[in-house]
């Protein structure tokens, strides 16, 4: 299942033009972070991707072969931690002035706590575990 998720995130990674939102939604252990890590390596990254549980919000930079792309950030949020005032604690970290800008590309782990928040053209992911099968639905 981990290998088909990576797959679908690289293969997503190569839709994207820059400024978008993906908030992924699911339970506990459904694929997101693994999504990630599969956009990230379809979007040059090199490095080891890891849920930023704790620090809330990492960010990398992008290394796309193609000259023509303007995408440069991958931000990567985590909202699993988070409780009380869940906006307040996002706004803070900034992120009203990193999502839609075209050389920005923002993953939201467990963005359904943030659903009010997020931008009118977000991508919702939704991950759903099915006895021994991984549904991913975008919508």
């Known amino acids: 299942m981990a290998k ?3 797959e679908f995130g690289q293969n997503f990674a190569n839709k994207l033009k820059g400024g978008e939102t993906l908030a992924l939604i699911g339970d506990l252990g459904g694929g997101k972070t693994t999504f990630v890590q599969g ?5 040059g990254i090199k490095e080891n991707i890891t849920s930023p549980t704790f620090i809330l919000m990492k960010e990398y930079d992008i ?3 193609d ?3 303007k995408i440069k950030n991958l931000y990567h949020l985590d909202l699993y931690r988070l409780e009380g005032d869940i906006e307040k604690e996002v706004k803070n970290l900034g992120i009203e002035d990193i999502w839609g800008k075209e050389e920005n590309i923002v993953v939201i782990e467990w963005a359904d706590k943030i659903e009010d928040m997020l931008p009118p053209h977000t991508i919702r992911i939704y991950f759903e575990e099915i006895g021994d099968e ?3 639905m975008v919508k």
Do not use: C, F, N, P
């Not at 956009?39 to 979007?43: C, E, I, V």
């Open 67 to 69: 000259q023509k792309s």
């Open 39 to 43: 956009l990230a390596q379809g979007l």
């Open 4 to 6: 088909e998720t990576q």
């Open 63 to 65: 290394k796309i072969k």
């Open 134 to 136: 991984r549904k991913i």
